[in-house]
C-alpha cells in the first residue's frame, strides 16, 4: 500500500496514551498497519496512512484511541451536504 | 455444505462484478457444516453476501469447520461493518440464536479482520463468551492462517489495492452510472438543438452526438483509466488525476469531431470532459481502502465550487455558440 497515499494532517486519530493499557488489539486490527505496541503503550507510526475505519477505536478496551469513521465517497458526502440544506433524510445507496 | 462453487455460482458471480442484482445476492443466515465438523472444530464467521460465503466456502475445501453467517443484508463485511450491520450485536445474537455454545466445546470463533470496523472483541466475550479471533483480511488467506494455529502474517493482516483489484470495480462503477447518464444523454441533445431557430433537430443530432461523446470520453477517463493508473498518475489528490486524464480525453474526442465543431464548441467540450473526468475520479475515492472521509470532505470542500463552475461556464458557451457562429 505504500504506492497509495492520501492527505496529509487531516485524519481524525487521537490516542490517549495514559488510558492506554498495551493490549495490542489496535495494531492488530488495523488495516493499514499503522499502529505498534512500545514499551507497552500503543503508538501511531504512521498517522497520514490512517483511512478513518475505526476499527482500532471499536476494538480498544479502555477507550484510548478516538477516531471519526465515516464513508468516503463524494456522492454520499454530497447527499449529507444537500441535507444540511433541505433538512430531508439521506438516501444513502452506496456500497 | 459444497465447498466447490458451481457453474451457476461463477455465472452469478460474473453477472453481480457487472453491478446486475447486488443488493439483493445473499444467503440464508444461520450455522452451516463445512466437510464433517465435531465440536473441536474452528468456527468461522462472515456476513451473508453471498459472493463472499461463496469465496469463504470455496477455500474451506477439504477442511471441517464451522461456518456462521451473520444476517448483514447481503452486505460485504467492510462495508456492513461501517454501516452496524457486522456489528457486535449481530454477533452476539448469531451465536445466541444458532446456540453455539451447546455445538461446539470450545469458546472462540474466527472473525474476518475487516470485521473490527464494526465489531467490539472485548463486548463480543461478555455477551455471548466466545473470545474473537480476527482472522486475515482476505479469505483465500484463511487455510494458512488456520494452519499456523490461527495466527496472521503482516502480509494477510493488510489490505490492497491491486491492478487486478482496481480492474474488478470497473464494471460495477459504470452499472451504477447507468441513470444519471441517461438523464445527461438527454440534456445534452436538448440544449445542443438549441440555435438562432429556436431548435433544430439537425443540430441536436450531430452537435448532441459530440456533446454525448464528451460524457463517454469523460466517463473511461475518471472510471477507468484513473482507476487503473492510479499510483502511476501524479497527486494526492483525486479530482487533478481525474482532471488531467479528463483534458487528455476531451482533447481526443474534440479531434475526433473537428470537422463539426467551431473553437468555442471545442472549449466547451474539453472543459464539460475534464469535469466529468475530475468529478468521477473523486467519486472513486468512496471505492478505495485508503482514502479518509475526512480527507475526502476536504477535497470536496476545495474542488465542487470550481467543478461546479467549471460545468456551468461549458454550458453556457456550448448554448452559446451556434448564436455567435
Not at chain 1, 18 to 32: K, L
Not at chain 2, 23 to 39: E, F, Q, S
Not at chain 2, 58 to 85: F, H, M, P
Not at chain 2, 153 to 182: D, S, W
Request: with cysteine; net charge positive; proline share 5%.
Amino acid at each position: 500500500m505504500k504506492d497509495f497515499r492520501y492527505l496529509d494532517g487531516v485524519a481524525t486519530l487521537i490516542l490517549n496514551k495514559e488510558a492506554c493499557i498495551g493490549c495490542g488489539m489496535c495494531a492488530t486490527v488495523c488495516p493499514h498497519r499503522i499502529l505498534e505496541v512500545r514499551d507497552k503503550k500503543a503508538k501511531i507510526m504512521d498517522f497520514d496512512a490512517c483511512m478513518e475505519c475505526g476499527a482500532c477505536a471499536q476494538n480498544c478496551p479502555t477507550d484510548a484511541i478516538s477516531v471519526t469513521p465515516g464513508v468516503g465517497c463524494a456522492s454520499y458526502i454530497m447527499a449529507v451536504w444537500l441535507s444540511d440544506l433541505t433538512g430531508k433524510k439521506v438516501k444513502s445507496t452506496c456500497c | 455444505m459444497f465447498t466447490k462453487l458451481s457453474a451457476r455460482d461463477i455465472a452469478e458471480t460474473i453477472t453481480i462484478r457487472i453491478g446486475y442484482g447486488r443488493y439483493d445476492y445473499k444467503v440464508i443466515p444461520g450455522l452451516y457444516c463445512v466437510g464433517n465438523p465435531t465440536p473441536d472444530s474452528p468456527v468461522i464467521v462472515t456476513c451473508n453476501y453471498k459472493l463472499t460465503f461463496d469465496m469463504v466456502r470455496k477455500e474451506l475445501d477439504g477442511k471441517d469447520a464451522w461456518l456462521l453467517i451473520t444476517d448483514t443484508r447481503g452486505i460485504n463485511v467492510w462495508c456492513a461493518a461501517g454501516k452496524s450491520l457486522f456489528s457486535t450485536e449481530e454477533i452476539i445474537l448469531s451465536a445466541k440464536t444458532s446456540r453455539l455454545n451447546e455445538i461446539v466445546s470450545h469458546r472462540e470463533f474466527i472473525l474476518p479482520q475487516l470485521g473490527a470496523t464494526g465489531v467490539a472483541a472485548h463486548k463480543v466475550r461478555k455477551g455471548c463468551g466466545f473470545k474473537v479471533i480476527y482472522g486475515p483480511v482476505w479469505a483465500k488467506d484463511l487455510p494458512a492462517f488456520i494452519e499456523a494455529g490461527n495466527h496472521a502474517t503482516e502480509e494477510m493482516r493488510t489490505v490492497t489495492f491491486t491492478l487486478r483489484q482496481r480492474a474488478e470495480l470497473i464494471p460495477v462503477e459504470l452499472f451504477i452510472l447507468g441513470k444519471p447518464l441517461c438523464i445527461i444523454i438527454m440534456a445534452a441533445f436538448l440544449l445542443s438543438g438549441i440555435g438562432p431557430d429556436i431548435f433544430s433537430l439537425s443540430a441536436a443530432w450531430t452537435r448532441g452526438l459530440a456533446a454525448v461523446c464528451a460524457t463517454i470520453f469523460g466517463i473511461i477517463a475518471g472510471n477507468m483509466v484513473v482507476p487503473l493508473l492510479l499510483p502511476k498518475l501524479p497527486w494526492k489528490q483525486f479530482s487533478p488525476k481525474g482532471a488531467l486524464t479528463g483534458v487528455i480525453a476531451g482533447l481526443i474526442n474534440v479531434m475526433i469531431f473537428s470537422s463539426t465543431l467551431g473553437m468555442g464548441e471545442s472549449l466547451a467540450l474539453m472543459l464539460w470532459t475534464t469535469v466529468v473526468g475530475s468529478y468521477l475520479a473523486m467519486n472513486y475515492t468512496g471505492s478505495t481502502p485508503f482514502t479518509s472521509p475526512t480527507g475526502v470532505e476536504a477535497e470536496m470542500r476545495r474542488v465542487i465550487p470550481i467543478l461546479g463552475g467549471a460545468a456551468l461556464l461549458a454550458m453556457i458557451i456550448w448554448v452559446a455558440a451556434p448564436f455567435m457562429g
